[in-house]
């Protein structure tokens, strides 16, 4: 909302971002902008994940066996969470963080950062049904399995980008990175 606003007044985003940041009172103009704050636009989070499949991608041949290991035990957790949404949640998105972490191009992490703070989380489901977990969780091991047979850049973005396609999993609590 506020950079929608510096866009009207000819204004830098960073100009608001340092003013917003420098108030002492940032938490009420935060929750201000937030309670004002549209519904997410799908098109935001498909820019997200885009966004996301390309650093991830980028990073890959950075990631090492720890990383590796750290995203495969985020899998198995997963599949176990189909009672406790939240929870489920917070694994997928340890999965793409480790993923993101190996991402050597600052300037895209903190784009998606960026726009990132723009998306509002949707909803959590009271349930979700164990296949989709399944589903879910089968697509982070081939994305895993595609990073350690060093396949090639393009594949494992592809591979992201249709895994975001089909899970809303991920979007339904804010990137911190």
Do not use: K
């Not at 990132?116 to 879910?136: E, K, M």
């Amino acid at each position: 909302m506020m950079h929608s606003q510096a866009r009207r007044v000819s204004c830098a985003r960073s100009a608001i971002d340092n003013a917003v940041g420098a108030n002492p009172h940032r938490h009420l103009v935060e929750d201000l902008v937030s309670t004002r704050a549209p519904a997410t636009d799908p098109c935001l989070i498909e820019t997200v994940a885009l966004l996301e499949a390309a650093a991830s991608a980028m990073g890959a041949t950075d990631l090492d066996t720890t990383g590796i290991g750290a995203a495969r035990a985020a899998g198995h957790e997963l599949r176990a969470c189909h009672d406790d949404p939240a929870t489920a949640t917070r694994w997928a998105r340890v999965f793409h963080q480790t993923l993101l972490d190996s991402c050597p191009n600052r300037h895209l992490l903190d784009l998606i950062e960026l726009e990132s703070r723009c998306t509002r989380p949707l909803p959590l489901p009271r349930y979700i049904d164990a296949d989709v977990l399944t589903r879910i969780a089968d697509d982070h091991e081939a994305i895993l399995d595609l990073i350690i047979a060093r396949a090639p850049h393009r594949e494992i973005e592809r591979a992201l980008r249709d895994h975001a396609s089909r899970s809303t999993l991920c979007c339904l609590v804010p990137v911190e990175l």
